[in-house]
């Protein structure tokens, strides 16, 4: 926004009278109004309050990540309806929601006009720009379609259908893109009109002495429903752990068990934008650790990492890595060893689908403005430790990352392009961060760490000599024992 300011003001001729102090105060204030409009605009553009806002244009600038963004082989509300890419599973959604309908018992006039009901706050839920083209009409049906393709898809329905495994797992990844969401104002209440009818049809069928279903317990079977599915996605297989292991990991994890389950409780499916939101604050989110950090230490106040340490470099100074058994995949630790330590980060599964989703769940932080961008920020220090295909290598060796799409080189790679552009939270992982640079510059577990082999091979070398050196005087004192000789008395005692 340019202003000029008149400084000199206007030349005044004999015809034209100066302004009145009243005109001028006026022209101040109007001028003071407008700027105060620019500021209040442009401060909200730094965060996006849409529920299913599109990518930020920065996140676009890396072609290699472009198609990150892009849906495959579905497209799920206004932002890419209509591409023609995408029209073929435009058919099978209209059979799809066809057959639920008729399984469901539900008749399909009651189930529409539950969604004209919600076409406008859904609306309100994208950018404008992207829902101006539909009218009322053409709204409602894209949300109807798309609304019972997700449950068809949750409810594990698309199974049936003659689709190849390419294109399965195309669909689930096209339903994690940020610009792929359908908001849960639309498709939590056809879920409930679906379950409600189901339950209802059954419960009539039972004895009626078996109490109704109450609302919140049909909610808890929803959320069970998108828990398993979201489970199966993000499958992190079984560790061997020792008794104290189990122990130590259950304790650490029972706060953010029971504050998971108070919020899930509390809020329900209610509390969720989309699938998109609800993977995030599942396996991305741990709210107890993130309000510590928000109560921590600021920006003036952070812990200096003067440096990136690769993975190998940390394992020449003896921290080692380990697989942690959380399912909240940003969930990394630092813990203490006698001598060294260890970084304990939970499984990660390299899947083509996995870029995809993890740009995308960086995009939706940066949108909604969260202060610690957890997503963010792990990635970033994953690609802090990920130099080389080496690191790579050690990871997988650890059992820490899993891939079948690549080779180390390309998983390193992938890390570069998924980070370009992406500026973490220099507070989030302080605690780790603080214990890594500690102990790397710990100069006594260094040097120990640094020496262990040549101190072993001097032990080893000198037991051995030490060891002959024992044997050798043993078995000289036994062979004297049996032959007496200078030094021992040899009269009998019948002489004396």
């Known amino acids: 926004m340019s202003i000029a300011l008149n400084i000199e003001g206007p030349s005044l001729s004999p015809s034209h009278s100066p302004p009145s102090h009243s005109t001028s105060c006026c022209t101040d204030h109007a001028w003071l109004q407008s700027l105060m409009t620019e500021s209040r605009a442009g401060n909200s553009n730094q965060v996006n309050e849409l529920e299913v806002p599109s990518v930020p244009s920065e996140f676009r600038k890396m072609k290699?990540?472009?198609?990150?963004?892009?849906?495959?082989?579905?497209?799920?509300?206004?932002?890419?309806h209509g591409k023609k890419e995408l029209k073929e599973m435009e058919k099978l959604k209209a059979e799809m929601a066809g057959q639920f309908v008729k399984?469901?018992?539900?008749?399909?006039?009651?189930?529409?006009?539950?969604?004209?009901e919600l076409v406008s706050d859904a609306r309100k839920c994208y950018a404008e720009e992207s829902t101006c083209q539909f009218n009322d009409e053409k709204f409602a049906q894209m949300m109807f379609l798309d609304g019972y393709f997700i449950l068809q898809v949750v409810s594990d329905k698309l199974e049936k259908q003659n689709l190849r495994k390419e294109e399965f797992a195309s669909v689930r990844r096209d339903l994690f893109l940020l610009e792929n969401q359908l908001p849960f104002r639309v498709l939590i209440p056809l879920m409930r009109i679906y379950k409600s009818k189901?339950?209802?049809?059954?419960?009539?069928?039972?004895?009626?002495?078996?109490?109704?279903?109450?609302?919140e317990s049909e909610d808890q079977d929803l959320m069970k429903i998108f828990v398993l599915f979201f489970e199966d996605i993000h499958a992190i297989p079984p560790q061997t752990e020792?008794?104290?292991?189990?122990?130590?990991?259950?304790?650490?994890?029972?706060?953010?068990?029971?504050?998971?389950?108070?919020?899930?409780?509390?809020?329900?499916?209610?509390?969720?934008?989309?699938?998109?939101?609800?993977?995030?604050?599942?396996?991305?989110?741990?709210?107890?650790?993130?309000?510590?950090?928000r109560g921590g230490r600021?920006?003036?106040?952070?812990?200096?990492?003067?440096?990136?340490?690769?993975?190998?470099?940390?394992?020449?100074?003896?921290?080692?890595?380990?697989?942690?058994?959380?399912?909240?995949?940003?969930?990394?630790?630092?813990?203490?060893?006698?001598?060294?330590?260890?970084?304990?980060?939970?499984?990660?599964?390299?899947?083509?689908?996995?870029?995809?989703?993890?740009?995308?769940?960086?995009?939706?932080?940066?949108?909604?403005?969260?202060?610690?961008?957890?997503?963010?920020?792990?990635?970033?220090?994953m690609r802090s430790l990920i130099d080389k295909p080496e690191d790579v290598k050690e990871l997988r060796s650890k059992g820490i990352l899993r891939t079948t799409i690549g080779s180390d080189d390309r998983i390193a790679q992938i890390f570069k392009e998924i980070t370009t552009n992406l500026a973490p939270n220099p507070t989030a992982y302080t605690k780790v961060k603080r214990?890594?640079?500690?102990?790397?510059?710990?100069?006594?577990?260094?040097?120990?760490?640094?020496?262990?082999?040549?101190?072993?091979?001097?032990?080893?070398?000198?037991?051995?000599?030490?060891g002959i050196a024992v044997s050798a005087i043993q078995a000289y004192l036994a062979e004297t024992k049996e032959k007496p000789g200078f030094g021992n008395c040899s009269c009998s005692n019948a002489t004396l």
């Open 64 to 80: 290699e990540n472009t198609d990150c963004y892009e849906p495959l082989v579905v497209s799920i509300g206004p932002y890419h």
């Open 103 to 116: 399984d469901s018992r539900v008749t399909a006039e009651e189930m529409y006009s539950k969604v004209k």
């Open 198 to 215: 189901a339950d209802h049809i059954a419960w009539k069928d039972k004895a009626s002495s078996r109490q109704k279903p109450s609302s």
């Open 242 to 293: 020792s008794c104290w292991e189990m122990i130590s990991n259950f304790l650490s994890e029972l706060p953010r068990k029971l504050i998971s389950r108070s919020m899930g409780t509390a809020n329900g499916l209610d509390f969720y934008y989309h699938l998109l939101d609800f993977f995030y604050r599942k396996f991305v989110y741990v709210g107890e650790e993130l309000e510590r950090e």
């Open 298 to 381: 600021r920006y003036g106040e952070i812990t200096s990492w003067n440096r990136y340490y690769s993975v190998n470099e940390l394992k020449n100074v003896g921290i080692s890595f380990m697989p942690s058994n959380t399912r909240v995949f940003t969930d990394v630790k630092f813990k203490n060893t006698l001598l060294g330590g260890a970084l304990c980060i939970p499984p990660l599964s390299i899947e083509e689908e996995t870029k995809p989703l993890l740009l995308n769940l960086a995009a939706y932080e940066t949108c909604a403005g969260w202060y610690y961008a957890r997503c963010t920020s792990y990635v970033c220090l």
């Open 435 to 466: 214990s890594v640079e500690s102990h790397y510059r710990s100069s006594v577990k260094r040097w120990i760490i640094e020496n262990k082999g040549p101190f072993s091979r001097s032990v080893v070398k000198y037991s051995f000599i030490y």
